[in-house]
């Protein structure tokens, strides 16, 4: 509870700050004047809820996100596993990937529309591209970083190249692809929303766009807010889903060093042993009990 309290604490501390910033108009290095104040974007936000067309480019923006997302999540696990596993496929897909992979894919929005028949088709390939390369790599890396001994296991148990994929390289390599998704989902919001403002029709992207241009700064925020919490919402679900499908890996969990330590509990006083004299003659075959178990320590 109290994690959840410093949390929700942290967030309004930020409304509270932004709101004294703009409604005092203070302008000190950065124009907090021309900023709309949090009571104004909650009202701009109100009244979108109550029309239809914000909840027509939500419907529109999730539409193409999830399309994409799911589209590079199958395309990018699969090219991964097959470059990491395969030197012909790295030799004839590794150069074309690596060169391609720095092009942004905001910068593909001219191809989109040279190559699809449609804006929503376009779209639809710049988001799914902005996360296939994260998902690539990432995937690439976990497979890469496998022990060699599991594949090996299975072999010996007779298992062939189908059983060592299903048992050994997807299961192990689930914590890198999952990390590649993560970061993919970010990255789709990030090229969905500039997508759809260049040549969307509807979105969330292109809504805020002429927000921006009839100059309806709360309506602007309104739109930032909504792509901020649509996207923490994939992320969440994006990293709740790997939690449940590598809940067999082992987990650390923050404890405090306090917590941590444990007072050292007294060991009873045990009766002395008397001492017995250097003259004293050990029993038949004791030095030669004590000597195998000397010889068995040290090895």
């Given at each position: ?149 599991w594949e090996e296991a299975v072999r010996t148990m007779g298992g062939g190249r189908w059983r060592v994929l299903g048992s050994v390289v997807l299961p192990g390599a689930l914590p890198g692809v999952f990390g590649g998704l ?118």
């Amino acid at each position: 509870m109290t994690r959840y309290a410093l949390r929700v604490a942290s967030l309004g501390i930020a409304l509270g700050l932004w709101q004294l910033l703009t409604s005092q108009d203070i302008d000190l290095w950065l124009r907090f004047s021309q900023f709309p104040t949090v009571t104004d974007v909650v009202h701009a936000f109100t009244g979108r809820l109550a029309g239809s067309d914000y909840w027509t480019d939500l419907t529109d923006s999730l539409t193409r996100i999830l399309t994409g997302f799911l589209l590079a999540a199958v395309l990018g696990v699969g090219a991964g596993v097959l470059v990491a596993r395969s030197r012909l496929a790295e030799d004839l897909l590794g150069p074309v990937l690596e060169v391609v992979r720095p092009v942004p894919a905001i910068a593909l929005v001219p191809v989109a529309i040279l190559l699809f028949p449609s804006n929503e088709q376009g779209i639809v390939f710049i988001t799914c591209t902005a996360a296939f390369f994260p998902v690539l790599v990432s995937t690439r890396h976990a497979v890469r970083a496998l022990a060699p001994v599991w594949e090996e296991a299975v072999r010996t148990m007779g298992g062939g190249r189908w059983r060592v994929l299903g048992s050994v390289v997807l299961p192990g390599a689930l914590p890198g692809v999952f990390g590649g998704l993560s970061v993919g989902i970010g990255v789709s919001w990030i090229c969905v929303i500039s997508a759809e403002m260049i040549s969307g029709q509807y979105g969330v992207g292109y809504r805020t766009w002429q927000d921006y241009t009839v100059v309806d700064y709360p309506g602007v925020f309104v739109g930032m807010v909504t792509i901020g919490v649509l996207g923490w919402l994939t992320s969440t679900a994006v990293e709740l889903l790997g939690r449940r499908l590598t809940r067999w890996l082992p987990r650390t969990s923050y404890v405090p060093a306090t917590a941590r330590a444990k007072p050292a509990r007294a060991k009873p006083a045990r009766a002395a042993t008397p001492a017995r004299p250097a003259h004293a003659a050990a029993p038949a075959g004791h030095d030669t009990e004590e000597a195998r178990d000397e010889h068995l320590v040290r090895d």
